[in-house]
């Protein structure tokens, strides 16, 4: 498939570039970044420290949108979004949307588009992360609420929100599972007189320290058993390969939202 990255030349640009290169499947036509990026003009290999035969020497970064391409990876900046959703859709072009942090109106562009192209829009693209939601969703469901559940997550110091929004999707998908609203079930952190544990509450708890890149545990804890469901990320590559994976089920897909729970086929397309 012809890929074409946003962003090429970013923290997720760069894994992607070197996450393609080891993908048969994946022909990377062309590294965007926006037009006043240093890296303009560049060869790609030069910028990313990428030594594979299977990147073009010729490519270099450039700030043209790429029409050659079969399906574009975006992981650029919210403000883009839109316009690069128009380009894909004038061009006819699958879209792996991987950017966070969309305003209300931007998220409409992305609703729009899908009308007339397939788009996996996802928050968190690591295979793993998706595989442990939906785990967690089944476990929920299968045990219910006399396993008592607690998420614990750490991440390093420098970490400005907790928890993370990865340990909120999980508790999430444990509410989801056992058919509760989270707001009504949810315990963050503990301290001081708290009483009993109620039956039915989610606990969710934020480690902090070192430079972990980002550690969850869900545990479900009964009085005879227990099991510990854990995901550690090591690098961002996991969520560059899940979005390559993202972008190469696209092919052939008709117009429409797509999640990694489709690419994964937890859900029918
Ligand atoms: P980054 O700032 O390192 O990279 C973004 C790149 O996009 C920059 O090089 C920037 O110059 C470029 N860019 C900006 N406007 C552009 C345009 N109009 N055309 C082409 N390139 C443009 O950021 P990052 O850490 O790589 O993250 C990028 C986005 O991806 C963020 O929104 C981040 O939250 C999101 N993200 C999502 C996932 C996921 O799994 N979905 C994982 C990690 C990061």
């Given at each position: 498939?012809k890929?074409?990255?946003?962003?090429?030349a970013?923290?997720?640009g760069?894994n992607?570039?070197?996450c393609?290169?080891k993908?048969?499947?994946c022909?990377?036509?062309?590294a965007?970044?926006r037009s006043?990026h240093?890296?303009i003009?560049t060869?790609v290999?030069?910028?990313?420290?990428i030594?594979?035969?299977?990147?073009?020497d010729?490519?270099c970064?450039?700030?043209?949108w790429?029409e050659?391409a079969?399906?574009?990876?975006?992981f650029?900046f919210?403000?883009?979004?839109v316009?690069?959703?128009?380009?894909?859709?004038?061009?006819?072009q699958?879209?792996?949307?991987?950017t966070?942090g969309l305003s209300?109106?931007?998220?409409q562009?992305?609703?729009?588009?899908a009308?007339q192209?397939?788009?996996?829009?996802?928050?968190?693209?690591?295979?793993g992360?998706?595989?442990?939601?939906?785990?967690?969703?089944?476990?929920?469901a299968i045990l219910g609420?006399?396993?008592?559940?607690?998420?614990?997550e750490?991440h390093?110091?420098?970490k400005?929100?907790?928890p993370?929004g990865?340990?909120l999707?999980?508790a999430?998908a444990?509410?989801?599972?056992?058919?509760v609203?989270?707001?009504e079930?949810?315990?963050?952190?503990r301290e001081g007189i708290?009483?009993?544990?109620p039956?039915?509450e989610i606990?969710i708890h934020a480690?902090r320290g070192g430079?972990?890149i980002?550690d969850?545990?869900?545990m479900?804890?009964?009085?005879e058993?227990?099991?510990?469901?854990?995901?550690?990320?090591?690098?961002?590559?996991?969520f560059a390969?899940?979005a390559?994976?993202?972008?190469?089920?696209l092919a052939g897909r008709k117009?429409?939202i797509?999640t990694?729970r489709?690419?994964l086929?937890?859900?029918t397309?």
């Amino acid at each position: 498939m012809k890929i074409a990255i946003l962003g090429a030349a970013g923290r997720m640009g760069q894994n992607l570039l070197r996450c393609a290169c080891k993908l048969n499947e994946c022909d990377i036509v062309a590294a965007v970044e926006r037009s006043d990026h240093p890296a303009i003009g560049t060869r790609v290999k030069e910028i990313s420290g990428i030594r594979s035969d299977r990147l073009n020497d010729a490519l270099c970064f450039a700030d043209e949108w790429p029409e050659a391409a079969e399906a574009i990876i975006d992981f650029t900046f919210h403000t883009t979004v839109v316009d690069n959703l128009e380009n894909a859709v004038a061009n006819g072009q699958a879209y792996v949307l991987g950017t966070t942090g969309l305003s209300d109106e931007e998220k409409q562009s992305v609703y729009a588009a899908a009308t007339q192209v397939p788009i996996v829009w996802a928050p968190n693209m690591s295979l793993g992360v998706n595989l442990l939601l939906e785990l967690v969703r089944r476990s929920a469901a299968i045990l219910g609420p006399d396993y008592d559940a607690e998420i614990v997550e750490m991440h390093h110091r420098l970490k400005k929100d907790a928890p993370s929004g990865t340990a909120l999707g999980l508790a999430e998908a444990l509410a989801d599972g056992r058919g509760v609203n989270l707001k009504e079930v949810a315990c963050y952190g503990r301290e001081g007189i708290t009483g009993e544990r109620p039956r039915g509450e989610i606990g969710i708890h934020a480690l902090r320290g070192g430079s972990v890149i980002g550690d969850h545990t869900v545990m479900f804890v009964a009085d005879e058993e227990r099991i510990e469901i854990t995901h550690k990320a090591n690098s961002r590559e996991a969520f560059a390969s899940g979005a390559l994976r993202a972008a190469l089920w696209l092919a052939g897909r008709k117009p429409g939202i797509y999640t990694m729970r489709h690419v994964l086929g937890f859900e029918t397309a």
